[in-house]
């Protein structure tokens, strides 16, 4: 475990600090810490940074109550950068997007912008705005037992192809039954989040470390 004082601070006494959404891994924003701001964001647990342009420092929520929960900070390895994970209670733009990074620059032809969480809002969205011919929308309408039904068939499909030694068969049928199981998750109101905390919590290397601490 580093100690505070193993951080490389600049010549102007600030190292950079990227902000992260624990739960999605997405980028929220990029800022700046000084040794005070640091300090006060570990002991605190909230992101404190200092503001290069008012020459003062900031709690992130101070006034919006958008505050930012750390759960991680690392350094890189020259130790003059840092990555900070955090639960956020609200957007991180001040602009009132989730992250401040929303502009984009250029998107590959051969890579597409796929995320488990815009799959989901996609999902939720065909329960509260039913769209014609939309196979999800028609999984809703049928309601729970047909959903259900649906990730039982996907789960044994699943079996087959892993006994079936087809590692493409295999990926279509996990892939097939991901979606499925994600439409009974917004059938009952359960989030992404909430299994992530979930699986986090069964963590075997976190558990060793929380009960490192406890010795």
């Given at each position: 475990?580093?100690?505070?004082?193993?951080?490389?601070?600049?010549?102007?006494?600030l190292v950079p600090a990227?902000?992260?959404?624990?739960?999605?891994?997405?980028?929220?924003?990029?800022?700046?810490?000084?040794?005070?701001?640091?300090?006060?964001?570990?002991?605190?647990?909230?992101?404190?940074?200092?503001?290069?342009?008012?020459?003062?420092?900031?709690?992130?929520?101070?006034?919006?109550?958008?505050?930012?929960?750390?759960?991680?900070?690392?350094?890189?390895?020259?130790?003059?950068?840092?990555?900070?994970?955090?639960?956020?209670?609200?957007?991180?733009?001040?602009?009132?997007?989730?992250?401040?990074?929303?502009?984009?620059?250029?998107?590959?032809?051969?890579?597409?912008?796929?995320?488990?969480?815009?799959?989901?809002?996609?999902?939720?969205?065909?329960?509260?705005?039913?769209?014609?011919?939309?196979?999800?929308?028609?999984?809703?309408?049928?309601?729970?037992?047909?959903?259900?039904?649906?990730?039982?068939?996907?789960?044994?499909?699943?079996?087959?192809?892993?006994?079936?030694?087809?590692?493409?068969?295999?990926?279509?049928?996990?892939?097939?039954?991901?979606?499925?199981?994600?439409?009974?998750?917004?059938?009952?109101?359960?989030?992404?989040?909430?299994?992530?905390?979930?699986?986090?919590?069964?963590?075997?290397?976190?558990?060793?470390?929380?009960?490192?601490?406890?010795?």
């Amino acid at each position: 475990m580093l100690d505070i004082k193993d951080i490389k601070f600049n010549q102007d006494g600030l190292v950079p600090a990227i902000v992260q959404d624990y739960f999605t891994k997405e980028v929220l924003t990029v800022a700046y810490m000084n040794y005070e701001s640091l300090s006060i964001s570990m002991e605190e647990e909230k992101t404190c940074f200092y503001s290069r342009s008012r020459k003062t420092l900031w709690r992130k929520g101070e006034t919006s109550g958008n505050f930012q929960h750390i759960v991680s900070i690392k350094a890189d390895c020259d130790r003059d950068a840092l990555v900070i994970e955090v639960v956020k209670d609200g957007p991180a733009c001040h602009l009132g997007n989730e992250s401040c990074f929303v502009d984009k620059l250029f998107q590959s032809t051969q890579y597409g912008e796929f995320s488990y969480e815009k799959l989901f809002g996609l999902i939720k969205s065909r329960k509260s705005d039913p769209q014609e011919g939309s196979y999800t929308t028609y999984l809703f309408q049928k309601g729970i037992d047909k959903i259900l039904k649906k990730v039982g068939e996907e789960a044994t499909e699943v079996i087959i192809a892993g006994k079936g030694g087809s590692k493409e068969e295999l990926i279509y049928e996990i892939a097939d039954l991901t979606y499925h199981v994600m439409v009974l998750m917004a059938e009952q109101n359960v989030t992404l989040n909430e299994i992530f905390a979930e699986l986090s919590s069964r963590h075997v290397i976190d558990k060793k470390v929380k009960q490192e601490k406890m010795k």
